[in-house]
C-alpha cells in the first residue's frame, strides 16, 4: 500500500512564525502536491514537484514556499504565518507512467491553527 | 465558470437505495477523472478512476464517462450508511502533472 506520512495531525502557531511542514512517501512517486482545503472552496493546489529539487506553482503559492532535497520528502514552508493561512493542509504524490500521470494518494492531513 | 463543478448536496438517500454523484467540467481536453471519499476531519481517499467513456464498475461503484458533454458520474448501489461522506470528483488534463478538484457532493445515507 502507498504510504503518505505528514509529520503533525495538529499544529497551531503565532502570527508571524516561519511554519514547516513535512510530508513523506514511500512509494518512490516522482510527483508530490501540497494542497489546502478550506469550507467552500474544496482542495486548492498550492505547490507541486515532479522531480527532486523541481518545483512548479500551484493555484494559490502566495505566502508559502516548498523543498525537495530527496525524492520521498517534500516539505511546505509558510515564510511568515498569518491567520488566513489557517487551514487543513494535505501532501498528496504520484507516480507517471509513460506520457500519463496516475492517481493522487494523500496524507492524513495537517490542521494548522495560525493564532 | 469553475473548471470541475459539483452539487454541494447534502444528497439524502435510504439506505439500500442507489446514490448518484454527478461531475460537470469545462476544459475538453481533460483526460483522466477521479472519484474521492472524504470522511470528515479525514483525507480522501480514491475509489475509482476511469480514463475512457463509458461505464466502470467495481464492487457497489459505477463511474460513468461521457467525454461529448462533459460529465462523469459515480452511482453506489445498495447505499450504506458507512457510505455518508464528501465525494470530491477530480480531473487530469492530457499532459499535466495537476489534478483540479470539484468541491465536493456531501452524501448522506439515512438508517
Known amino acids: 500500500d502507498v504510504k503518505v506520512t505528514q509529520s503533525s495531525r495538529y499544529l497551531v502557531k503565532r502570527t508571524g512564525e516561519k511554519v514547516f511542514l513535512e510530508c513523506v512517501q514511500d512509494?518512490?512517486?516522482?510527483?508530490m502536491f501540497w494542497y489546502r482545503q478550506d469550507p467552500g472552496l474544496g482542495l486548492r493546489l498550492i505547490y507541486f514537484s515532479y522531480d527532486v529539487k523541481m518545483k512548479e506553482k500551484g493555484d494559490i503559492p502566495e505566502g508559502y514556499s516548498v523543498s525537495r532535497e530527496k525524492k520521498e520528502r517534500f516539505s511546505l514552508i509558510l515564510e511568515s504565518a498569518s491567520t488566513n493561512q489557517t487551514s487543513m493542509y494535505l501532501c498528496?504524490?504520484?507516480?507517471?507512467?509513460?506520457?500519463?500521470?496516475?492517481?493522487?494518494?494523500f496524507g492524513q492531513g495537517t490542521r494548522l491553527t495560525v493564532v | 465558470q469553475k473548471e470541475v463543478e459539483q452539487n454541494s448536496g447534502p444528497l439524502s438517500v435510504p439506505e439500500g437505495a442507489i446514490a448518484s454523484l454527478n461531475c460537470t467540467y469545462s476544459d475538453r481536453v481533460s483526460q483522466s477523472f477521479f472519484w474521492y471519499r472524504q470522511y470528515s476531519g479525514k483525507s480522501p481517499e480514491l475509489i475509482m478512476s476511469?480514463?475512457?467513456?463509458g461505464d466502470k464498475e467495481d464492487g457497489r461503484f459505477t463511474a460513468q464517462l461521457n467525454k461529448a458533454s462533459q460529465y462523469v458520474s459515480l452511482l453506489i448501489r445498495d447505499s450504506q450508511p458507512s457510505d455518508s461522506a464528501t465525494y470530491l470528483c477530480a480531473l487530469r488534463m492530457d499532459s499535466s502533472y495537476k489534478l483540479i478538484f470539484g468541491s465536493g457532493t456531501r452524501l448522506l445515507v439515512r438508517p
Open positions: 512509494m518512490d512517486h516522482e510527483n
Open positions: 476511469i480514463y475512457s467513456n
Open positions: 498528496a504524490s504520484s507516480f507517471t507512467v509513460g506520457h500519463s500521470n496516475t492517481e493522487a494518494f
